[in-house]
């Protein structure tokens, strides 16, 4: 049988009331309106959850700066690294608890939630945990002229900036959600998250499990309910930083909210529309099963994921009949069904906007393959390829954020390298060649935070990521993060 059987646990956890998690308790607003979250697969409410009032708000960021002047300044940076750890063992041995909670959530593949949103945030959290003692600063010599013998001397502090309020989409909130809560944590901020209102309960499930995992009380809260709670926790007063994981719509409203509110500090991953590059002497095979793998893992939900398809026009036939032959084969069912690779989209908003881009392709392109909702319960749509009629092309300048990919070929490199750049959008690209010394000529030019070769959207925690023009400001992972989350003071003294 390879539909998943739920778990007791996961069962009772659904079961059982939610609201916000502030202080190292579950607190309810019973004033505030209580949100479904529904299960995409089926279209039907799976549990409710109580949205944080204007007072839960207050709460939640004053527990988070009593937590900030108090205990977890005072935690050797040692004990930081070894409590995020142990919350790396946790989220482990709770990991198929949280896949299962994740994939009836957000409709992800079991498989996605096992290996990426609990694996792979172990995985990042350990790495985070090992900036917990090099976060240093430097000395440094001044060039003061000495007037009566005396000497000078410089150093520098890496201190953090204080409470961090961390916006959580609904495409990873697992792994996203990690990602703020270890740079917050390790560079010895707190953090008060709050996660989409689509998928709420695994970082409720890990706020509680941070608790087990010694983390002190009001270092990590987490606020539920709407857009509105997430206005008015990033404009809250008490609020040192933002990092925001979201549209640009959002993201510049977040940022102007910031400015506003005495220059706050800003983190923005906005998404993107990612190009790839196919060159002449392309490996087809190796080209179309990495492209299918990064387009379409979790239906495209994924801000790193290859949407624009530029191919050499003497290849461009076979290769899109290759990723159409590819996309056939896939299996289209539940996401608890082990032996399937392709669920349904997250939220019934999404799959409207999904089924506008349709129409669109419809209307303005070939549709090669798919672009048709499936007639079953639940948010599901058709893996879909498009051929653009030219490059002015809709498809080939929103951001779908879903399971569509735009085709177009082009005659030369210099046109290829116009073709992607040609968007207000910056995050990721990638480039198809055994010609590497092409490649690395090439990557200078191209207008993204990330450029793969011979493959896409795979990320690494040692890496820097993140996006230049529309797509955002700041960089996660590497040592890159601690510049967001640390101010850096300097002290001069003269002996």
């Not at 695994?202 to 499990?209: G, N």
Request: hydrophobic share 45%.
């Amino acid at each position: 049988m390879s539909q998943v059987t739920l778990l007791p646990v996961v069962k009772a956890f659904i079961a059982k009331g939610h609201g916000s998690f502030i202080d190292g308790q579950t607190q309810f607003s019973a004033a505030a309106a209580c949100l479904p979250v529904i299960d995409p697969s089926t279209g039907q409410t799976m549990a409710s959850v109580h949205s944080a009032s204007a007072e839960d708000v207050d709460a939640a960021v004053a527990s988070a700066r009593k937590a900030f002047h108090g205990v977890w300044a005072d935690t050797p940076p040692s004990q930081k690294g070894y409590l995020l750890s142990r919350l790396a063992d946790l989220l482990e041995a709770h990991g198929e608890e949280l896949a299962q909670l994740e994939s009836l959530c957000s409709g992800k593949s079991i498989h996605v939630s096992r290996a990426i949103e609990v694996g792979q945030s172990a995985a990042f959290l350990r790495y985070y945990a090992g900036w917990a003692s090099k976060i240093n600063g430097e000395t440094i010599s001044p060039s003061f002229p000495s007037m009566a013998g005396e000497r000078y001397s410089a150093f520098t502090l890496r201190e953090p900036v204080g409470v961090v309020a961390g916006i959580v989409p609904w495409n990873f909130a697992v792994m996203i959600g990690i990602w703020k809560i270890a740079s917050a944590l390790v560079t010895g901020c707190t953090v008060v998250l709050k996660p989409s209102e689509y998928t709420p309960l695994t970082l409720l499930r890990i706020a509680e499990l941070a608790i087990e995992a010694g983390i002190p009380a009001g270092v990590i809260n987490v606020l539920t309910g709407d857009g509105a709670v997430g206005q008015r926790l990033t404009a809250h007063a008490g609020i040192s930083k933002v990092s925001l994981t979201g549209s640009v719509a959002t993201g510049k409203a977040v940022g102007k909210s910031a400015m506003d509110a005495n220059l706050k500090r800003v983190t923005l991953e906005l998404g993107g529309k990612n190009p790839a590059g196919l060159l002449q002497d392309v490996d087809a095979d190796l080209a179309v099963a990495g492209l299918i793998l990064g387009a379409y893992t979790h239906q495209g939900q994924i801000c790193a994921s290859p949407e624009r398809i530029f191919v050499h026009r003497s290849r461009i036939d076979e290769v899109i009949d290759k990723m159409a032959k590819g996309l056939q084969q896939m299996k289209i069912g539940s996401p608890l069904d082990e032996s399937v690779n392709f669920g349904p989209l997250a939220n019934r908003a999404h799959y409207e906007k999904v089924l506008g881009f349709f129409n669109c392709a419809h209307a303005e392109s070939s549709v090669i393959c798919g672009g048709r909702a499936i007639e079953r319960p639940g948010y599901f749509v058709e893996p879909t390829i498009v051929l653009a009629g030219n490059r002015d092309d809709r498809l080939l300048h929103e951001e779908t954020f879903g399971p569509v990919t735009c085709f177009l070929p082009f005659d030369d490199d210099e046109e290829l390298v116009d073709l992607m750049n040609d968007s207000p959008f910056g995050l990721t690209a990638s480039i198809w060649t055994n010609n590497l010394s092409k490649a690395f000529r090439m990557v200078p030019r191209i207008e993204a935070g990330t450029v793969w070769i011979n493959m896409h959207t795979f990320l690494d925690p040692a890496v820097p990521f993140g996006g230049v023009k529309g797509s955002g400001i700041g960089r996660e992972f590497g040592g890159a993060f601690i510049d967001d989350y640390t101010e850096l003071k300097s002290v001069i003294l003269r002996y």
